[in-house]
């Protein structure tokens, strides 16, 4: 448990530091001159949260399964364009061999910087902590020790209100477990607030 803290707490500095030298400029910038008397100002977002589920794959580089995905991520912004958040991500395959259900669990728990190149649309990155476990009929088949790995994406904010938005979202991790590298990509949907 401490190794997981210390390991988000250690990415989160990163990411704080790699924030703050982004700068705090203005976003959107200001229009030139000055705005129209009764124009609607967007309020600034102070904290993010958001959830969304999709399909994807986990793979090992050799063979790729289905799967589906779910991800949950809640943070404030440290600027106009950036967010800090922590960010769980997990990503699920069950089949059925020789009678048996057996079902594949590759999670994700780490922390991430949003940065928005647009009012619409956003990057992520960040280092998480990440497992594989391995179920045969709800017993515990297999299970890997907590490694630290990388957390990418990408989104759009396809319908947005001032505190809601629709999003859909491109993203993976991926982690390397005794020289196997694993990852897991998935299309997303879900809904932010802010």
Known sequence: MFRMTST??????????????????????PPPGNPAAGAPVAAARTWYVSGSVGGGRISDGEEGRDAGSLALRGGAFVSPRVALALD??????????????????FSSVGAVALGFVHPRVYGLGGLSLQRLRVEADGDTFFETDDRVGVVLGGGVEV???????????????????DGDTLTAASLAIGAAWF
């Not at 250690?10 to 976003?27: F, N, R, T, V, W």
């Not at 699920?92 to 594949?104: A, I, L, S, T």
């Not at 629709?166 to 991926?174: M, N, P, T």
């Open 88 to 105: 769980l991500q997990l990503s699920v395959h069950r089949e059925v061999r020789q009678g048996v259900d057996v079902d594949y669990s």
């Open 159 to 177: 319908l947005q209100g001032p505190s809601f938005a629709l999003i859909v979202e491109l993203r993976g991790h991926g982690a390397s477990f």
């Open 8 to 29: 988000i707490a250690c990415s989160a500095c990163i990411l704080l530091a790699l924030a703050g030298s982004a700068g705090a400029q203005a976003y959107p910038p």
